[in-house]
């Protein structure tokens, strides 16, 4: 082969290592979160990030209302003088266990879904977590929309692509050029 098509190729793999470099520098900061968020949220039960879910004594009988569960969950957030505003119920049948969750903080009340009583209040380490991890935290804590989160994953998505397809040229050029150059 000529010479010029070595030296474009020499030419692309600057362009591409320049590229690679100055674009990896800020990449690696939300790389390394998503890696280290998602070992924790693999772990998340193992190293109880997630408050276990306890189990009633009473294995029959009749559920308490719905509203009166989360009128008890709006009660024991005034007690801690957290914002009361449910997002939503996990009801566990098996278990006779509901978890409410709140809409503006990480808390977890857990109650016995038979008699209201209260089994637990923890905070919910793994929904915090889970929001560093696809960018939804800054939404959280601003707007409420997902803004950042569709900016953050977009632009770590197309950031991770992009470096894999410039790694793969930065390690292939160097073998063509050498085989390039023995021919």
């Given amino acids: 082969m000529s010479t010029p098509k070595i030296q474009n190729k020499v030419k692309a793999i600057r362009w591409y290592r320049n590229l690679h470099r100055w674009l990896g520098i800020p990449l690696i900061i939300f790389f390394f979160l998503i890696g280290i968020t998602s070992i924790l ?6 190293v109880e990030l997630l408050p276990p879910t306890l ?27 957290l914002d009361p ?18 809409k503006s903080h990480f808390t977890e009340v857990q109650l016995d879904g038979f008699s209201g009583k209260v089994l637990s209040v923890e905070t919910r380490h793994s929904d915090w977590i889970e929001k560093v991890h696809d960018g939804s935290i800054l939404d959280f804590y601003t707007t409420g929309n997902e803004g950042a989160k569709l900016t953050y994953s977009t632009l770590t998505a197309l950031g991770l692509i992009f ?15 050498r085989k390039l150059k023995t021919k």
């Fill in 41 to 46: 949220l693999a772990w998340k039960k193992k």
């Fill in 55 to 81: 189990q009633t004594e009473v294995v029959d009988g009749t559920w308490i209302l719905p509203s009166e569960m989360v009128k008890i969950g709006e009660q024991e957030m005034q007690k801690l003088g």
């Fill in 85 to 102: 505003s449910v997002d939503r119920l996990d009801v566990r049948p098996d278990k006779g266990v509901v978890k409410i969750k709140f």
């Fill in 163 to 177: 470096m894999s397809f410039s790694g793969y040229y930065l390690w292939y050029y160097p073998k063509l050029i």
